[in-house]
């Protein structure tokens, strides 16, 4: 799977809070959420992202609350990959769970900036920057979790498993 | 095996289990809130089953907007409502609930032994009372309450040892807030914390309660203790079923042990915008206060309301400061009643309000505006956490929070 986009940069423990305020969340319709995405720390952020957008950052990215609405807001804002140096124990749980790709390279987020186009291919782990004429490596999607962000998250990747175990 | 590896081993039908392995396990209680039931919901109704596997073991607390602040939030109240009803699982309605990690163990659903897991992230509060509890989103805690079961990776364990005896008004706040400070807010990332030594013996399961809920603070998928006889003593007269208190072996591997001489710990406080940014309150400077919150699901015990009413007691919050103080649950509040804490509250010029998340979290019930800083018990003082993204939380006990409201700037109970 080949994603595409300019980059969004951040710094290090970009909590939940940050992705979606608390203020928010008496809805869960994830494009009503993904209108108020970044909005504490970059209020500009709705406005300039565009449909294959990548979102990086340093350390520890999505610490905080448990709400799935914080990787749901990001990728109904267009966002097709977050890469850091490394994320939140819920938040990368939840991340694959609703079918937001997800990535560890601690190169290609340092070396990376904002407006940089990059290339990822989940299935072999690599991410070009564009831009900048680099490549990085990070660790490739097994199959089964392809097929999950294929599915669109953990709940259509069982169903569709369920299917075909009863054709 | 340490306490983590040997309940989640028994949970997964293992007699042994190591950092790193995947496992399967089965769940004694799965949560889940107001803000996060609505999309577990509707994730529930995707997978196509009709009924939770077990409604005994399903719980929902609206706590988090609840009284309802808006009509969004009482719609999705209203759905978690519907759900909770037709499926006949645990559910406090308005009256009955507290904050989710307050009355779960009051009401003796969290007992030793026990898996938990929760769409919240606090749900590590339990770690308290030696169960295994732990924050997961609400896909998790769909497919738990479908089927009794979720996977999970075995943590390492980090163990934390605390020596020496504690001096006068510090507490389990004070030292999970020093930790914190000490190891980073990814200090303790994917691993579970166990916390022990002379100075944990001695700590009533308040404190406790305090610091395995701000576990998550430091990044970690538990915080967990041994189940002593201060645990016994307040988990024997609520417990309805059976339990099995979990020791660790003493030949147990952790990742890192980490000690401190606790007699030396200071009251601490945390500066914006992160819980780790934490200074002995000696060191705090002159930081002057708009509004004081003491509750939350990390200090909204009953100790807590005993402490902070010791310290208002014939004294008076600063003139055109606010201080709002909210019990945990109806229990304690009516303790607070019955004791004359909430006298001596009103008396000092605070008020008192409902058991809810509210402010914590900037829902509603104390947010602040552009520029204004609060002193809370809370356990986040992220960037826009209580309000306003210009306005500031420094999270500290209630000891502090309660002399701080009657200054109008942050500072010790010493200073009164």
């Not at chain 2, 042994?16 to 994730?43: F, H, M, Q, W, Y």
Request: overall charge negative; aromatic content about 6%; some cysteine.
């Amino acid at each position: 799977m080949k994603l595409s986009g300019k980059v969004h940069k951040y710094g290090a423990n970009v909590d939940t809070d940050a992705i979606i305020p608390a203020r928010y969340l008496n809805v869960s319709d994830p494009a009503e959420l993904a209108k108020h995405c970044m909005e504490d720390i970059d209020a500009e952020f709705i406005n300039k992202v565009e449909p294959g957008d990548i979102i990086v950052a340093t350390t520890n990215f999505g610490s905080g609350s448990s709400r799935e609405h914080a990787p749901l807001a990001i990728k109904a804002s267009g966002i097709s990959c977050v890469i850091a140096h490394s994320f939140a124990r819920i938040f990368y749980r939840n991340s694959m769970n609703i079918g937001l790709p997800i990535l560890e390279c601690i190169e290609a987020a340092e070396k990376s900036d904002s407006g940089d186009i990059l290339e990822v291919e989940l299935a072999t782990g690599e991410i070009n920057n564009v831009t900048k004429n680099l490549s990085f490596k990070a660790k490739p999607y097994p199959e089964f979790m392809l097929e999950l962000i294929s599915a669109g998250g953990l709940i259509e990747h069982t169903k569709q498993k369920l299917r075909v175990g009863e054709q | 095996m340490t306490i983590a590896e040997k309940i989640l081993a028994t949970h997964c039908g293992k007699t042994r289990v190591s950092p790193g392995e995947l496992i399967n396990v089965r769940v004694d209680l799965v949560l889940s809130n107001d803000i996060t039931a609505p999309i577990a919901i509707k994730e529930f109704n995707r997978i196509g089953v009709k009924k939770v596997f077990d409604p005994n073991k399903v719980v929902m607390v609206p706590d988090h907007f609840i009284p309802n602040k808006d009509i969004a939030s009482a719609e999705q109240a209203k759905m978690m409502r519907d759900f909770a009803l037709s499926q006949g699982i645990i559910y406090f309605e308005v009256g009955e609930m507290g904050i989710e990690h307050v009355i779960l163990p009051e009401k003796g659903l969290v007992l030793p032994g026990d898996v938990v897991i929760g769409a919240d992230s606090h749900t590590c509060t339990y770690g308290a009372v030696n169960a295994f509890a732990t924050g997961m989103g609400s896909t998790d805690i769909a497919t738990a309450m479908a089927t009794g079961e979720i996977w999970m990776k075995v943590p390492p364990t980090i163990k934390f040892v605390y020596h020496g005896q504690l001096q006068k008004w510090v507490g389990g706040k004070d030292l999970i807030l020093h930790t914190i400070g000490n190891i980073g807010v990814d200090g303790a990332l994917y691993a579970a914390m166990q916390f022990e030594g002379e100075a944990i013996d001695s700590l009533p399961i308040d404190g406790r309660l305090s610091m395995a809920n701000m576990a998550i603070e430091a990044g970690g998928k538990a915080g967990l203790f041994r189940a002593d006889q201060t645990t016994l003593d307040y988990i024997k007269p609520r417990a309805t079923r059976s339990y099995t208190v979990v020791d660790p072996d003493p030949d147990a591997e952790y990742a890192q042990t980490i000690e401190y001489d606790a007699s030396k710990i200071e009251p601490q406080v945390a500066f914006p915008h992160l819980p780790s940014n934490t200074r002995p309150i000696n060191q705090v400077g002159n930081v002057e206060i708009d509004q004081a919150v003491i509750g939350s699901c990390t200090n909204g015990r009953l100790s807590d309301l005993i402490v902070a009413a010791e310290i208002l007691k014939g004294r008076k919050v600063a003139k055109n400061k606010r201080c709002i103080i909210i019990p945990g649950s109806q229990e304690i509040y009516l303790q607070a009643l019955k004791m004359g804490l909430l006298e001596t509250f009103i008396n000092a010029g605070a008020v008192v309000s409902t058991p809810t998340c509210g402010p914590c979290l900037g829902g509603y019930m104390g947010i602040l505006a552009d520029g204004e800083r609060c002193i809370s018990t809370t356990n986040r003082n992220f960037v826009g956490r209580m309000g306003h993204t210009k306005s500031e939380v420094y999270l500290a006990s209630p000891a502090i929070a309660a002399a701080s409201a009657v200054l109008g700037r942050i500072c010790g109970p010493e200073e009164l």
